[in-house]
């Protein structure tokens, strides 16, 4: 008897307690653990946005009596502007759904171990702390990197036995004040970790200003959605069309890899979630079905202005200087940010990236981004 799932079967995010790519250093007192990673993030900072997570119960959990603030006085939350940074106190308690939204902007998250969990770890040879590592090797669960501090550069064998199905003698090794390969080791790691580019051809519209499908139009010697599916085929891992599912009987589909829309009635913004549903692990180069001049190199240009920090990588539309949501990057960071405004009421791709951390590019040549929604735009369009 086939057993009985009760929630639907969801792709899930590659996350852990905080993020995606996060790392525990465990093994060694706070404060050495706050000095590395104020060390690794200074060395990061001009190419990756690096988060950090940490306790400080040295003070208590009681506000001082003299601090006269709502907070103080009973308020569950209070945000405060410091001009140089923004700060949120909060009495609820926060569990791992929340912290994922928090620091969906950052590239990576460095997690004092002593205090909290983290999917991978960096362990630290310390004598200082070795009795209290050896209450906590259950959370020796991914160790990626081994740091030794001053005079020790052996692993001790009771962690080379928790460590033997890790396969200890291929986790790299340094001194911990070699900050230099140290954070080579991170900026190695997160290039190699930047997500792959999925394609997606929008060619799920109901075409009611031009009357017939546009995914059909002949321009370039095929169906334009073919064509569309070629052109991105040449520079993604993966290309899909996107379709409404009564599209699911078009013979002229069968054998093409499709996602149906399972975020239904939303147009664009709609197909765009449903490619993240389908894979919210990938970034999807998403393209529209109306843009005939578009051509391999405009998407080569993107691609290489591509930003893996933002939510998108965009074309600047020469028409109002807005962004072009339908020749875009979006990052799997932006499917968290796509939810939040369709839970607020918006269904608009553009607004999303007008309102969020994007990079815009201007296209070297403006004729590739020419939408032709209508008879009349075919009428004008010039090859």
């Given at each position: 008897?086939?057993?009985?799932?009760?929630?639907?079967?969801?792709?899930?995010?590659?996350?852990?307690?905080?993020?995606?790519?996060?790392?525990?250093?465990?093994?060694?007192?706070?404060?050495?653990?706050?000095?590395?990673?104020?060390?690794?993030?200074?060395?990061?900072?001009?190419?990756?946005?690096?988060?950090?997570?940490?306790?400080?119960?040295?003070?208590?959990?009681?506000?001082?009596?003299?601090?006269?603030?709502?907070?103080?006085?009973?308020?569950?939350?209070?945000?405060?502007?410091?001009?140089?940074?923004?700060?949120?106190?909060?009495?609820?308690?926060?569990?791992?759904?929340?912290?994922?939204?928090?620091?969906?902007?950052?590239?990576?998250?460095?997690?004092?171990?002593?205090?909290?969990?983290?999917?991978?770890?960096?362990?630290?040879?310390?004598?200082?702390?070795?009795?209290?590592?050896?209450?906590?090797?259950?959370?020796?669960?991914?160790?990626?990197?081994?740091?030794?501090?001053?005079?020790?550069?052996?692993?001790?064998?009771?962690?080379?036995?928790?460590?033997?199905?890790?396969?200890?003698?291929?986790?790299?090794?340094?001194?911990?004040?070699n900050i230099s390969e140290i954070t080579s080791f991170f900026k190695h790691t997160l290039q190699k970790n930047i997500?792959?580019?999925?394609?997606?051809?929008?060619?799920?519209?109901?075409?009611?200003?031009?009357?017939?499908?546009?995914?059909?139009?002949?321009?370039?010697?095929?169906?334009?959605?073919?064509?569309?599916?070629?052109?991105?085929?040449?520079?993604?891992?993966?290309?899909?069309?996107?379709?409404?599912?009564?599209?699911?009987?078009?013979?002229?589909?069968?054998?093409?890899?499709?996602?149906?829309?399972?975020?239904?009635?939303?147009?664009?913004?709609?197909?765009?979630?449903?490619?993240?549903?389908?894979?919210?692990?990938?970034?999807?180069?998403?393209?529209?079905?109306?843009?005939?001049?578009?051509?391999?190199?405009?998407?080569?240009?993107?691609?290489?202005?591509?930003?893996?920090?933002?939510?998108?990588?965009?074309?600047?539309?020469?028409?109002?200087?807005?962004?072009?949501?339908?020749?875009?990057?979006?990052?799997?960071?932006?499917?968290?940010?796509?939810?939040?405004?369709?839970?607020?009421?918006?269904?608009?791709?553009?607004?999303?990236?007008?309102?969020?951390?994007?990079?815009?590019?201007?296209?070297?040549?403006?004729?590739?981004?020419?939408?032709?929604?209508?008879?009349?735009?075919?009428?004008?369009?010039?090859?």
């Open positions: 008897m086939k057993k009985h799932q009760k929630h639907t079967a969801l792709t899930r995010p590659n996350f852990g307690n905080f993020h995606r790519q996060e790392w525990a250093i465990i093994g060694t007192p706070c404060n050495t653990i706050q000095k590395l990673s104020r060390q690794i993030i200074e060395s990061l900072s001009s190419e990756f946005k690096i988060g950090y997570v940490d306790a400080d119960h040295a003070g208590g959990n009681e506000i001082e009596k003299k601090e006269v603030s709502p907070f103080s006085a009973g308020a569950s939350q209070q945000y405060t502007d410091k001009i140089n940074f923004h700060r949120f106190d909060r009495s609820e308690k926060l569990n791992s759904f929340q912290y994922r939204n928090i620091f969906n902007g950052e590239d990576a998250v460095l997690v004092n171990g002593n205090h909290f969990l983290a999917k991978q770890q960096i362990l630290v040879i310390d004598p200082k702390k070795e009795k209290s590592l050896q209450k906590k090797l259950d959370r020796l669960t991914n160790v990626v990197l081994i740091l030794f501090t001053e005079g020790i550069n052996e692993i001790p064998p009771y962690l080379r036995e928790t460590l033997a199905e890790q396969k200890v003698e291929n986790i790299p090794t340094y001194g911990i004040n997500p792959i580019l999925n394609g997606l051809v929008l060619a799920g519209g109901k075409s009611r200003r031009m009357g017939r499908d546009k995914g059909k139009i002949n321009y370039n010697g095929k169906p334009q959605r073919e064509y569309a599916f070629d052109l991105l085929s040449s520079c993604c891992a993966q290309t899909f069309l996107s379709c409404r599912p009564d599209q699911s009987a078009d013979p002229d589909l069968f054998g093409m890899p499709l996602i149906f829309d399972s975020f239904l009635g939303l147009g664009p913004f709609g197909a765009i979630a449903s490619a993240f549903r389908e894979n919210p692990n990938t970034a999807w180069l998403v393209v529209a079905c109306d843009l005939p001049l578009l051509d391999k190199d405009a998407l080569d240009y993107l691609i290489q202005h591509r930003d893996p920090s933002k939510i998108a990588t965009a074309f600047n539309s020469p028409a109002n200087e807005f962004p072009e949501p339908l020749i875009t990057i979006w990052e799997p960071r932006s499917y968290l940010v796509l939810l939040s405004f369709l839970t607020q009421g918006y269904s608009c791709p553009r607004k999303v990236l007008i309102n969020s951390e994007v990079t815009l590019v201007d296209a070297p040549d403006t004729r590739v981004l020419t939408n032709v929604n209508s008879p009349e735009d075919l009428e004008q369009l010039k090859f």
